[in-house]
């Protein structure tokens, strides 16, 4: 079946660490997307990619990074940077022309401890 | 509008009463709106669509209104079911990317 999987399901980071947010999509879309939910609130964007190779920040980019080198494979780098990062991160993917806007992933809850 | 981080308003209905559900939309050339609906701990899921040149599209027991004039648009949802208590989350179509809704607690009470 064709989808789109984030993993792990549960991540818990140390002050101070980096961690890598694994979203893996078989649709063959060219779009995929990072975003940020906190508790009772809406979606933030992070970073999104249109093209493999190329990718832009979102709105709340800083403290995060990603790569593209595979049309199939966004990952999500929470980097120490980012002074707040426990949430739950969703990924998402879509053709630009497609008429069903995007697919989630089941997302990841981050914890720092 | 763009999502804010605000804290998301609730809509409670009785089991088998009709559900609407508000969104007030940013962009008044936005051609393309879907109405997602997320469950607490997973990924948003598509419920329904509607492209600018439609005023009302149903689904199985839901209805979204577009209203250009005003930039508003609604979800209705027929005889509310306790599957239906989620979140609901509006979106429209911006440059490279959806612009979504702060979102609307629906709870389900029997």
């Known amino acids: 079946d064709g989808g789109i999987t984030q993993s792990p399901k549960y991540l818990f980071r140390k002050e101070g660490q980096n961690v890598t947010l694994s979203c893996e999509q078989n649709l063959n879309h060219d779009a995929m997307y990072w975003y940020r939910q906190d508790p009772g609130q809406g979606l933030r964007l992070i970073y999104y990619?249109?093209?493999?190779?190329?990718?832009q920040k979102g709105d709340i980019a800083e403290g995060y990074s990603v790569s593209r080198e595979k049309k199939e494979s966004f990952p999500l780098t929470v980097t120490s940077a980012q002074k707040n990062p426990t949430a739950f991160y969703l990924c998402?993917?879509?053709?630009?022309?497609?008429?069903?806007?995007?697919?989630f992933g089941s997302g990841t809850r981050l914890t720092v401890v | 509008g763009e999502s804010v981080g605000l804290h998301l308003p609730t809509l409670s209905v009785q089991e088998g009463d009709n559900s609407i559900i508000n969104c007030a939309y940013s962009n008044s050339a936005s051609d393309y709106f879907i109405w997602y609906k997320q469950e607490s701990g997973k990924g948003p899921q598509f419920i329904i669509d509607i492209r600018s040149n439609m005023d009302k599209r149903q689904g199985q027991r839901v209805t979204v209104l577009l209203n250009k004039t005003v930039k508003h648009l609604s979800l209705q949802i027929a005889a509310t079911q306790p599957g239906d208590s989620a979140v609901y989350f509006c979106?429209?179509?911006?440059?490279?990317?959806?612009?979504f809704g702060t979102g609307t607690r629906l709870q389900v009470f029997p």
């Open positions: 998402a993917s879509t053709n630009p022309d497609g008429g069903y806007g995007y697919t």
């Open positions: 990619s249109q093209i493999v190779n190329d990718f």
């Open positions: 979106a429209e179509e911006g440059t490279d990317k959806l612009i």
